[in-house]
């Protein structure tokens, strides 16, 4: 029988995001407090025919037609190079793939799908080398290194949960999850943002930052405890380049979320609210106003494999 491995991987929110000053690698140093929600991208990997490479098919009924078309099937997709390099790293040739993605994050919206699909790569590629070729399997912390080498959120992708991102966000420390549900509407805008974009508009803004406690905040007691703590440091560069947002985060406070606010480097907007039936009853009514207002809970685990 045909080999065929299902793997899923989880959105993620900044609750705070703190960032540095321009490093002389390209990247910023970043203090960030990441927790996964419950919106996961799936992906199922079948062995393909010999001599046909990999391939790659993308949907999802859920994010506007524009974002899935947005993504692309080639040697571009994060999920090919994610392939390409795990059977690097193993000394192995690239498989002949055939692999499906159902997206459900918003693409290029600061929530890291793109890393969520790359994770979840990592997984289901973990799992099909040592079914087709008996490499040994590697560890989260081993997978979280080639996952640092493909994007600096693929490692907290693979941890979930709630954790301190560090370095240029890829250094994870994870944490015990908060004490309390959390309860998410979140906006996708009908444009994306390119994170490079983002960070160089905050360059422009010349904000002076400073690193926090995270491990403490994250015993926070109740979501309006933890809604008063969050912060973003792009999120004024993500108004810069889409002035809309500011306003539709105003809107979102005034239909009763506890707090709204860019997540990431945007353009999503994650709002909490106090209950599950709040955020079901804005979704809704954002939902036909023709706004794709999703609803998730928080504190999702992170990469995995699916039965
Ligand atoms: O790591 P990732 O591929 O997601 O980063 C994309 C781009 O975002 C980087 O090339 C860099 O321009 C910017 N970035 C940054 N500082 C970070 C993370 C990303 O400047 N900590």
Redo the contacts with the bound molecule.
Sequence with gaps: MSTIIRASAPAKVNLVFE?GQ?GSD?????NSLFFALDLSEELTLAKGEAGTGISIYVHGDSIPEAHINAVPTDHSNLVHKTAVLFAQKLGKATPDLQIDIHKRIPVAGGMAGG?ADAAAMLVAMNEFMHQEHGTEKLSIEELAVIGAE????VPFCLYGGLAIGTG???MITPLEGLSFETNWLLCASSKGLS??TV??AFDELDTETQFTDLAELSKTSSPTELGSRMTNDLEQAAFSLMPSLSQQVRELEELGAIRAMVSGSGPTIAALFESEAKANEVSKALNSQGVVALTAKGGAQGARLDG
């Design positions: 960032v321009l390209g990247y910023h140093p970043v890393s493909l994007g600096s959120d240029r966000g890829e994170t490079p960070f160089a």
